[in-house]
């Protein structure tokens, strides 16, 4: 009996030795599905819908493309947070190593993941040459949104450790942002006017 219970308590040893390699290939997997799918979607339009646009416009309309794909990340995140402690069993498990706060450990790594795509979407707006800058005025696009966005209190920032209060806040601060990034990019093959390559 004794024997028994020493093997279980080895056995319960290695299940929780296991969690964080199984918690990173689970989240591993999660990245790799939403690149697939953002592939997916730049491979289904067939024809470049940017080729009228100059060579820095078509890059930065691909990037728009990236980064609307990406923004989703941090809301699978908080809602796999959410998810996690809603669960009755999930929602009490810790083993007195962090246990509870690794369930907001994805979703911060998610927010940090999307302030720096957004950060570097802004300096690709902000690096065009001049022209395309005043083509951007004309069509009355703009990076107007990310930047009030970074540039406000908690944008891009967990502020609660509360599932359901970071996953609604963050939606009210993503969804936004991603409206307007699809704006961006359609303003872009909209645009046919005088821009050649």
Known sequence: MLSLLIYGVIMLMF???LRRPAKALIEARR???NLQRALA????VGEDPFHHLTPPLARLA???RVLRSLLEEPIQAALAWRSADDSPILSKVDFGDGSDLDRCDDFDV???NARQA???WISAVAALPEAD???LDELGLSDREARALLGGS???????RKARQELARIEGQLRPLMSSLERFESGLARSQGSIYR
């Open 15 to 17: 299940a929780v030795s």
């Open 62 to 64: 691909e990037e728009t």
């Open 154 to 160: 908690d944008g891009l920032r967990r502020v609660s």
């Open 133 to 135: 800058r005043m083509r």
């Open 41 to 44: 979607a730049s491979d289904e």
């Open 110 to 112: 998610a927010l940090v």
């Open 31 to 33: 990245q790799h599905a």
């Open 118 to 120: 957004v950060w570097s």
